[in-house]
């Protein structure tokens, strides 16, 4: 069975930094973009930043400059590192991957269960 675990997650002050993994497992052969997405309170999930099993990133504007997303393909493994954080970042941080080559089949949009990001001011 296939797992995103996310790890990394808690509180920081503004201004400070945090580092998230999202470790998949599960006879995976390969993954399409993966990548993170938030949730604060009371508003939609967003889009944070993905990257490609190419190395190709996309990162929401808001982020730009301050988040790095990374991926090591050979641990199933991808990381955003956090800098200069804000209290509005404060969410829920969850990982998906678009696309997962199993052993057993091919899975679609996966997600992972989340770790809370709280930025205090």
């Known amino acids: 069975q296939v797992q995103l675990v996310e790890s990394g997650g808690g509180l920081v002050q503004a201004g400070g930094s945090l580092r998230l993994s999202c470790a998949a497992s599960g006879s995976i052969l390969s993954i399409n973009v993966i990548g993170w997405y938030r949730q604060a309170p009371g508003k939609q999930r967003e889009l944070v930043a993905t990257?490609?099993?190419?190395?190709?990133?996309n990162y929401a504007d808001s982020v730009k400059g301050r988040f790095t997303i990374s991926r090591d393909n050979a641990k199933n493994t991808v990381y955003l590192q956090m800098n200069s954080l804000k209290p509005a970042e404060t969410a829920v941080y969850f990982c998906?991957?678009?696309?997962?080559?199993?052993?057993?089949?091919?899975?679609?949009?996966?997600w992972g269960q989340g770790t809370q990001v709280i930025v205090s001011s």
């Open positions: 990257i490609s099993s190419g190395g190709s990133t």
């Open positions: 998906n991957a678009d696309r997962i080559m199993t052993r057993w089949g091919t899975i679609y949009d996966y």
